[in-house]
DNA sequence: CCCATACCGTTGAGAAAGTCAATGATGTAC
DNA sequence: GTACATCATTGACTTTCTCAACGGTATGGG
């Protein structure tokens, strides 16, 4: 359903965490060479295959693989709204009460501040967030959320709980809970 | 120690997973506005106030951040070999004896094609694979690893692996393990 | 054998995202 | 008041992403 354009095909649980203690120092030799013309009937295309090379190991693999996966179906689910899950982090911050600055909302996001600037340009454009200055620091700007702006805010992170909960569809809640919090643990 | 170039301040544990069950339809209105000049010496400067913002919640934002963060330490740990996780990754493949096509690549590092053309082709340039045309589909080409490219990711894992640990540090052992499983379900 | 169709790698172009340096306005410390 | 730091902004540049097209190759049906 949906819109599902990925490219990922099956599900797999794939197995993984089992054997190969921690490290494996020596890079393995391609044993056969080939291993081509082996076994005739089998089907040797899965890329599920290459779940046991290094890569897959890799945290940075695995997160760049899971947030582009959630990204990708979470954008396509907002199309509806013309927002994207980065504007949606900035409104979302603007929408929180707490007031925050273009300078905090970049160390949080972890974006550089022009970015930050072309994100608020957008949503201010379109009448959601307003930029006030900082009376105690005319430096800065206080990004607040307009009324439409709650709005847009609210109606998208309805669709993002949807998206979520597509993503993590293979978890149980208590390891999205865990998921969670192992990722702020390392987030910081 | 290192570089340690990351916005990133200090390093706060981050709490979490505490109260607010699992979901909180209604957008929380800003209740008390200002909070500012209340409390006179407070430093009410911490972004870790935005903790509590909706986009925390976000699976997205976390492995966005978690990604950037390890990524970013990574690559700049990999500086000395001229080699970025990206790189790693297909070269990573290449070695893993499994004889992978790009293509397949393609496919399991969630990459465009072209992009694969383009990382090949730099790992081919400096001599660390091969593009052998497989003898079975004369179209497709699969990606070997020469000696010199087996040492340097033999080299480049090792640095990897002294990254994460570092990237991780904030988990023990069994959280690492159960990060990665937890990832690998929702990547594919 | 010939043909239509699908697939693989490749190229190219353009959008989006990330990185970095410089600047004007403002704040802070001396 | 002067020197220095900080915030938002702009601009330039690189990297990454996305998409469409094209030649060479495979596959299946007539």
Redo the contacts between chains.
């Keep these: 359903m949906s819109t599902s354009t990925d490219?990922?095909?099956h599900?797999?649980?794939?197995t993984?965490?089992a054997a190969a203690a921690t490290?494996a120092?020596?890079?393995?030799?391609?044993?056969s060479a080939?291993?081509?013309g082996d076994i005739p009937g089998e089907a040797t295309d899965g890329?599920d295959?290459?779940?046991?090379?290094?890569?897959?190991?890799?945290?940075?693999?695995?997160?760049?693989?899971?947030?582009?996966?959630?990204?990708s179906h979470?954008n396509h689910q907002l199309e509806g709204l013309d927002l994207k899950?980065r504007q949606?982090?900035v409104l979302?911050?603007a929408?929180?009460?707490?007031?925050?600055s273009q300078r905090?909302m970049g160390?949080?996001?972890?974006l550089d501040p022009s970015q930050i600037v072309a994100l608020v340009d957008n949503l201010e454009q379109r009448g959601a967030v307003l930029r006030e200055t900082d009376p105690?620091d005319r430096r800065s700007k206080i990004i607040v959320a307009t009324e439409a702006g709650?709005d847009l805010?609210?109606r998208a992170?309805?669709i993002?709980?949807d998206s979520?909960d597509y993503?993590?569809s293979?978890?149980s809640?208590r390891?999205r809970?865990?998921?969670?919090?192992?990722?702020?643990?390392?987030?910081?």
């Design positions: 490219k990922v095909p599900g797999s649980a794939a993984a965490s490290s120092p020596t890079v393995s030799t391609p044993e080939s291993g081509a890329i295959r290459f779940l046991s090379s290094n890569v897959a190991e890799q945290i940075h693999f695995l997160t760049s693989r899971a947030r582009g996966r959630g990204i979470a899950v949606f982090s979302s911050l929408a929180s009460g707490q007031n925050p905090e160390e949080f996001l972890a105690r709650r805010h609210a992170l309805r993002l709980e979520e993503t993590l293979t978890l809640p390891e809970k865990q998921l969670r919090s192992l990722l702020l643990k390392i987030a910081f």
